[in-house]
């Protein structure tokens, strides 16, 4: 066979097999998604305590289109287990929060009152996009925008099922919970190699929370963290405790750098409050969240005007300055050198000064966060 024969049917054969080659890679790439496309979801849990703005920080969360939120669940498990301590309950919260972040419903259903036959039964489900969205739920409609009141109502009877069916289809999942007060407990989720677990950790002023706490009932909670203590100075106590707890949090996180490095975050509410923006893409960038066209706005609004909302996903919108200031006026002189002495730890390592006299505390140009 002459040689310039040869020479094309080798080069012949040589094309077929890049082109065979090229449409094989074609069709692994179409079939099986990289790495890239197969990421692991990104796994977050607010910890925070009563009355610190973490519903707020929330829906900062829930607001993005790529999050699966859950508000609270963790409330039906003290709800359950009202005569057991806080201690006791962190680690059946943990294992909940656990389960959740993997999508799997079923231990949520031994601590709801009908064994999870509907998410109505978990209490805060209308908080929810996802569980207010397809898959979970049929109702939503985009361009009629989020109505709680109609969530309730039209989504009160969607499954467990469908809710671990929705939880599925997010690159986020995203909790926050008020009733984790020792970090520690959390470890087997941080060693979980199937979890991509970060913490944002929301403190707020003390004397702060003690102000808005006067307006809202928590006399279960109340028990629960005091272990059925019913002495009159229960006030004092709580305070106390929530503010070693949130001290031990940060302290523990410090402690554990080898494996927190970059799964923890510390946020103040007042921070958050008096720089919305800002702290808003700090928040997404330290959970691998990208920047919505309409965030920024969305979030200058919400903490800049007195408008009264109760069906949209926020119960209201303030103007965050007045609101960080408001305990000035609302406390008692004496009260607030109460708090200020069982939290002192909590004030000094969060950076809030004390007051030095009733005068002081009520000329708002004197700062009292650092």
Not at 70 to 85: A, I, T
Not at 294 to 323: A, C, P, Q
Request: hydrophobic fraction near 40%; charged fraction near 25%.
């Amino acid at each position: 066979m002459p040689i310039h024969k040869i020479f094309f049917f080798l080069l012949f054969f040589a094309i077929i097999f890049i082109l065979y080659q090229a449409l094989n890679i074609i069709y692994l790439t179409y079939t099986y998604p990289s790495n890239e496309s197969q990421k692991s979801p990104v796994h977050v849990l607010i910890i925070s305590s009563w009355r610190s703005g973490s519903s707020f920080l929330g829906q900062i969360f829930n607001h993005h289109e790529d999050v699966f939120y859950l508000f609270e669940p963790g409330h039906s498990v003290w709800m359950k287990f009202r005569k057991q301590s806080v201690e006791l309950l962190n680690y059946l919260v943990r294992d909940l929060f656990h389960s959740l972040f993997t999508c799997d419903v079923s231990p949520l259903r031994q601590y709801l009152s009908k064994g999870g036959k509907s998410i109505s039964e978990m209490g805060f489900f209308a908080e929810s996009r996802a569980l207010c969205s397809p898959p979970s739920c049929s109702f939503y409609v985009p361009s009629e925008g989020f109505d709680r009141l109609k969530c309730y109502s039209r989504c009160r009877n969607v499954s467990l099922d469908k809710m671990a069916e929705a939880c599925t289809k997010y690159s986020h999942v995203v909790m926050k919970t008020v009733r984790i007060l020792d970090l520690s407990v959390l470890l087997p989720l941080f060693r979980d190699p199937n979890l991509d677990l970060r913490i944002v950790h929301l403190v707020r002023d003390p004397r702060a929370v003690a102000s808005s706490r006067k307006y809202f009932s928590l006399s279960i909670e109340d028990r629960i963290v005091l272990q059925n203590n019913n002495e009159k100075s229960k006030n004092d106590k709580v305070m106390s405790k929530i503010c070693r707890s949130q001290v031990a949090i940060n302290k523990f996180a410090k402690t554990a750098k080898h494996f927190m490095h970059g799964r923890y975050m510390l946020l103040r509410h007042e921070d958050l409050a008096l720089h919305p923006v800002k702290n808003l893409k700090e928040i997404y960038e330290f959970a691998n969240l990208r920047m919505l066209e309409d965030m920024e706005s969305w979030i200058y609004n919400v903490t800049h005007k007195e408008v009264l909302t109760k069906r949209g996903f926020m119960t209201f919108s303030k103007n965050s300055s007045s609101v960080v200031q408001k305990w000035r006026w609302k406390m008692d002189f004496k009260k607030v050198k109460g708090v200020e002495q069982v939290c002192k730890e909590a004030m000094d390592l969060f950076g809030y000064l004390p007051v030095n006299s009733e005068l002081d505390m009520k000329n708002v140009s004197v700062e009292l966060v650092i």
